[in-house]
């Protein structure tokens, strides 16, 4: 099998292509390193069976070799690069999703599109189930990357409607883990780099308001299962256990050994205030749930951003 994976340089698809190599899969990876980094690829470059291609997939994709899957994972996912590039959200979620069905079309391919909880908006259902239809705001500030991905799951359904494509379409909630961008904005990324450097944790809001966090291996097994289904309507993927920011703050700080001080700010615009993923569907039709604790997956990423803070202070001889 060879796929073509966009966003491939990224966090979770720099993951999910070490996962479909080390399957003795072939692998051809797309990215255009506005987040990507190709330090999340390096060990892989020496694969015969791996390669990457500094691409932006808003414009067309070429590529007249064998395709057996396209996983459309290209995107800004963060609030603090999203925010910073708009247009260019929008364009990945349309555009870019486009092109890369144009590709599973014309090389008779299964496309798996990479969507968001972000599709629920600030939810008025709790936990959110498949069948919710959201709380989204279409003009606001988050708009770039809630619609984009809106309108990808629309445009994967018109494609399989009307051209027969096997698509699948994953509803990603927080994921978290190695390769992770420490200055993205995200909660996970940032506390985790506030401990590291001694400094303040910055809590948004009173803290009250929850998440659910999802090691990346379990994500990239889900991803991998949905994208053998036949289930073409969108599939919850995340891990049900719900806590508010501050206790996540909590168990962050007691990996770390630390207890510094906290700092509050204003909650963004339309943060949500709940977001738990209802994984009934994924339970029934994947068999899949996630395995790793909470506590063992921030203890290891804890340790991987360690290791990648004391190369980097090293001194080179």
């Keep these: 099998m060879r796929y073509v994976i966009s966003g491939g340089a990224g966090f979770i698809g720099s993951h999910l292509c070490e996962y479909l190599l080390n399957r003795g899969q072939e692998v051809l990876a797309l990215d255009n390193l506005i987040t990507g980094s190709l330090e999340n690829i390096e060990h892989l470059r020496d694969n015969p069976k791996f390669e990457f291609r500094n691409v932006d997939v808003t414009l067309p994709?070429?590529?007249?070799?064998?395709?057996?899957?396209?996983?459309?994972?290209?995107?800004?996912?963060?609030?603090?690069?999203?925010?910073?590039?708009?247009?260019?959200?929008?364009?990945?979620?349309?555009?870019?999703?486009?092109?890369?069905?144009?590709?599973?079309?014309?090389?008779?391919a299964t496309f798996l599109l990479t969507s968001t909880s972000e599709c629920y908006g600030d939810p008025l259902e709790h936990p959110q189930r498949e069948t919710y239809w959201g709380n989204v705001n279409p003009v606001g500030l988050r708009s770039c990357y809630d619609e984009s991905k809106r309108y990808a799951e629309a445009i994967t359904m018109a494609y399989h409607r009307t051209h027969g494509v096997r698509t699948n379409i994953a509803r990603i909630f927080n994921t978290y883990g190695p390769r992770m961008q420490l200055k993205d904005g995200r909660v996970v990324p940032a506390f985790i780099d506030q401990v590291l450097h001694g400094e303040p944790?910055?809590?948004?809001?009173?803290?009250?308001?929850?998440?659910?966090?999802?090691?990346?291996?379990?994500?990239?097994?889900?991803?991998?299962?949905?994208?053998?289904?036949?289930?073409?309507?969108?599939?919850?993927?995340?891990?049900?256990?719900?806590?508010?920011?501050?206790?996540?703050?909590?168990?962050?700080?007691?990996?770390?050994?630390?207890?510094?001080?906290?700092?509050?700010?204003?909650?963004?615009?339309?943060?949500?205030?709940?977001?738990?993923?209802?994984?009934?569907?994924?339970?029934?039709i994947l068999k899949w749930e996630p395995k790793i604790p909470l506590e063992e997956g921030i203890r290891d990423t804890l340790a991987y951003f360690r290791a990648k803070s004391s190369k980097m202070a090293t001194p080179i001889p």
Excluded: W
Aim: proline share 6%; with cysteine.
């Design 201 to 284: 944790m910055t809590v948004f809001g009173d803290g009250s308001q929850t998440r659910s966090f999802c090691y990346v291996s379990d994500l990239v097994y889900g991803l991998h299962l949905l994208s053998q289904s036949e289930e073409r309507y969108p599939v919850n993927l995340g891990n049900p256990r719900e806590m508010t920011i501050l206790e996540f703050a909590d168990c962050i700080q007691r990996a770390a050994g630390s207890n510094g001080e906290r700092i509050y700010k204003p909650l963004p615009s339309d943060d949500p205030k709940r977001r738990q993923p209802d994984i009934s569907k994924a339970r029934e």
């Design 61 to 108: 994709v070429e590529e007249n070799g064998q395709v057996d899957g396209v996983m459309h994972l290209a995107s800004l996912a963060s609030p603090k690069d999203y925010l910073e590039h708009p247009i260019e959200t929008l364009e990945s979620g349309s555009t870019g999703t486009r092109n890369m069905l144009e590709l599973a079309l014309r090389t008779n």
